[in-house]
């Protein structure tokens, strides 16, 4: 049995054009390989809001490869993350499994707890109000009334600067005590019974477990760092361990 592990890829063909092929590519190694589970932790890509089939369109690999997963028998789970929402319609067609919060996963006893991590920070009210509002009923029914050239212009145009907000937020906030407060969620959800911890969202990258056999794993993103994934065996590792992606294939 083996997982593997992707978050906050961050996917786009303006800022990043091979990204998406790599990702393709990989995860078709993958599941050849033999990889049974496969757990998005969101952010997969930069821009994808909203059950509209010209996502489909314009990733239509990545589409037909997560099909391939689910027509195989594989498990398929994504966290919709605060860059990739309302996916739902599209994703469960093709057998994935959907949250907007948080998965539990288990693997007889063991208890593992995935979610994408924005809603670590409870101090982080001015994105929380904003997370409320884009998930509201009235931004999905408007979303769905606009002529569909126009929504896609205005969703790419509205997503492009609202990535480039963050980003520029984010250094300018810096990263002090951000790796502590996951940490801390982190040590709180062992406390509840969980063994493993999986999150993405603060882009900090993270391997830690203890003597008890309880691990957190944050793979940072694509975009800080080298693209990068986590394989783990349940019941043969306590801790996922990280690899790297190049070229078209796999390398530790």
Same mark, same amino acid.
Do not use: C, M
């Given at each position: 049995m083996t997982v593997a592990i992707f978050s906050d890829l961050h996917?786009? @063909?303006?800022?990043?054009?091979?990204?998406?092929?790599l990702f393709v590519a990989t995860l078709k190694s993958l599941r050849a390989? %033999?990889? #049974? =589970?496969?757990w998005l932790l969101g952010d997969i890509f930069d821009l994808m809001v909203g059950p509209f089939h010209f996502w489909i369109a314009r990733h239509p690999e990545f589409?037909? =490869?997560?099909?391939?997963?689910?027509?195989? %028998?594989?498990?398929? *789970?994504?966290i919709q993350g605060n860059h990739d929402f309302y996916l739902d =319609?599209?994703?469960?067609?093709?057998g $994935?499994? *959907? @949250?907007?919060?948080?998965? =539990?996963?288990?693997f007889g006893n063991q208890r593992i707890y995935l979610a994408h991590g924005d809603l670590v920070n409870p101090s982080d009210t001015d994105y929380l109000k904003w997370r409320a509002f884009t998930r509201s009923a009235w931004v999905r029914q408007t979303l769905s009334l606009i002529p569909s050239p126009l929504r896609m212009k205005l969703l790419l145009g509205l997503g492009q600067k609202l990535s480039d907000r @963050?980003?520029?937020q984010s250094r300018e906030s810096g990263r002090s005590g951000l790796e502590e407060l996951f940490i801390l969620y982190a040590r709180e959800k062992w406390d509840e019974g969980f063994q493993g911890v999986c999150l993405g969202h603060s882009h900090i990258e993270t391997f830690? #477990?203890?003597?008890?056999?309880?691990?957190? $794993? #944050?793979? %940072?993103?694509? $975009? #800080?760092? @080298?693209?990068?994934?986590a394989l783990w065996n349940p019941g043969e590792y306590n801790c996922p361990q990280r690899y790297y992606v190049r070229d078209a294939g796999l390398s530790t």
């Open positions: 996917l786009s @063909s303006a800022k990043r054009p091979g990204h998406e092929a390989e %033999g990889v #049974n =589970e496969l589409f037909e =490869e997560i099909k391939a997963w689910t027509d195989a %028998g594989l498990s398929v *789970v994504w =319609e599209l994703l469960t067609k093709r $994935v499994i *959907v @949250s907007d919060d948080f998965v =539990e996963r288990r @963050s980003r520029a830690l #477990n203890d003597e008890q056999g309880h691990f957190f $794993v #944050n793979l %940072g993103s694509w $975009v #800080n760092y @080298s693209p990068r994934y």
